[in-house]
């Protein structure tokens, strides 16, 4: 029941139900990954009728697992030229599970230029007209189809930045609040989608119930129990990120030096305490937004936020330590709420937060408008969400922004934006910059939480250590489970009750490296879609290899050779 797949011919309209058993041990990223591989054409245009749209849950969505409904929306990505899987929180995985959804996916290339919803209910999918609905951003498009479906529906829209194709666009998803605060952000998932024309995808679960089947549940639930115990009993998801949300890391990794600061030419930020997780929890405390909120049922760490402006009213909803960093400190921006305002504006218009505050960081380095200027900020971004001429440029992303201005030193590793952390000063996290398919994603495999075991700055070590966290990141991904569910799983009996859920879920025997093993498979078909796309395996920018960060004192010293090394399946 949950393997159907819905397949929509956007060209002839043709609407057809799968049932994949043959897909059953493939979900999430690993899913998409293999699509990919087996459907689309690593040369095709990204934004040709060659390239799919896919938009699939995780191995455990519909479980009792915690926070299982992440869905990933991938694709061959527009700003990167290779493979692409976002995935993003919200409502819509629950949603696939009640209505008995694996995956959907998108083919081919409208003839004319109607816009169009793809309504999904218990009894099918439909195509809809949706001109009423174009040019809309993603909070008015998903109130407006709330009006006209119900407000208990779950709305995937892109916003205008999907529709004109830029290479920085998103699919924003609705929170349990309704708002389209959730997003797919990465590699310009959003730019397919409109390629494609369609603006959103309601999901209405009316009349349905969810039916997780299990191979054995009471094993599944014993193990279920024992990964909880894990989770709450894990100081930063047990603590930190209920309290304070991802932005409970500004402060540490600034301390470590780590922070983007002015386009990557520092890791400090003397003003660091003005956009804190400490500075985001008392401001909500204060004006009545909250910490401690769940972006999807079944979550509990919470590490999602809602952030009310100083007038006391909403403003937006899961301001991350990634935007803050790459929107506040990278451009010197001080003031949590205009961080906050741009983080609204993005969710709006349907950009990638992260590539955005990018990109405006090297308009910053180029003159063009002063480092810190919160208005200047707010107005490049306004003129994306026109569709200015220079707003097209910005919408392009980070790499066609700098390229446009003559920057040299652009923070992009395979097309893509650097994550929040400089690469030189977290050199784990600067090894799956330059050596993941995806590009620069600290989703890939993040090494914070190993600064305290492998010296951050130096290189020894970081090759391996990039290499098994990507593995177990990518696990992650084909589980749809949140990656913050992850940190209990260095302490082996946590893992191995993971490892129990498999068993409980699917049968037979599982282990570690049966479990791992989807991981590697899946990066392996990255790898062999991102070469025949020519996407290099390995890409750092010339920049973090000759200027010393002077938080650090380190530049970054690995050579492709050593590089290469990395993930090597
Ligand atoms: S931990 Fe945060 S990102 Fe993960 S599911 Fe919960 S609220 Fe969403």
Known sequence: MADKFIRVNIGSK???????????????????????NDEVDPNCDAMGPGNKLIICVG???????????????????????????????????????????KAIIVENAPAGDAWYILKVTKDGAELVPGNKYAGLGTYAAAAKLMEEYGSKISVMTIGPA?????????????????????????????????????????????????????????????ANRKFIEGIKG?????????????????????????????????????????ISGETLAKNAKERG???????????????SNVYHGPDGKYLTSGLEYETIGLVGSNCLISNLDTVAAIDRMCDDFGLDTMETGATIGVVMESGKIAWGDDEAAIKLVQEIGEGTEFGTVLGNGTLATGQYLGVKRIPVAKGQGFAA??????KGTGVTYATAPQGADHTCGNSLGTVGEIDPYNKAGQVELSTNLQVVF????????????????????????????????????????????LAVEAIALEKKFNESAGVPKVDVPEFIRTEVVPSSGAVFDLTDEELSQAIPF
Request: hydrophobic share 35%.
């Open 59 to 101: 191995l455990l969505n519909g479980t009792a697992a915690p926070a299982s409904g992440r869905i990933s929306v991938g694709c061959k990505s527009p700003l990167t030229g290779g493979v692409k899987e976002a995935n993003v929180g919200g409502t819509a995985g629950a949603a696939f599970a009640r209505l008995g959804l």
């Open 421 to 426: 952390y400089d690469p030189r000063s977290l």
């Open 474 to 517: 990518c696990m992650m991904d084909c589980t749809g489970m949140c990656l913050f569910n992850s940190f209990c799983t260095v302490d082996e009996q946590y893992l191995m009750a993971v490892v129990k859920m498999f068993e409980g879920k699917f049968g037979g025997e599982w282990t570690v490296d049966r479990l791992m093993g």
């Open 14 to 36: 043709k609407i057809t139900l799968e049932e994949r058993k043959d897909l059953e041990l493939y979900g999430g990223r690993g899913l998409i990954d293999k699509i990919l």
């Open 289 to 303: 937004g909250r910490t401690g909120h769940a972006c999807q049922t079944g979550c509990i760490i919470r590490c």
């Open 162 to 222: 999907g529709e004109r194709g830029y290479k920085n666009s998103t699919v924003q998803v609705t929170d349990p609040s309704g708002h389209t605060a959730r997003a797919a952000g990465r590699g310009g998932v959003g730019a397919v989608m409109g390629s494609k024309r369609i603006k959103a995808i309601v999901l209405d679960t009316e009349g349905t119930k969810l039916e997780a089947a299990y191979v054995d549940k009471e094993k599944f639930m014993e």
């Open 234 to 274: 894990h100081p930063i998801s047990g603590g930190g990120y209920p309290a304070m949300g991802t932005a409970a890391g500004v402060l540490g990794v600034n301390a470590l030096g780590a922070l983007p600061t002015k386009n990557f030419s520092d890791g400090r930020f003397d003003k660091a305490e003005n």
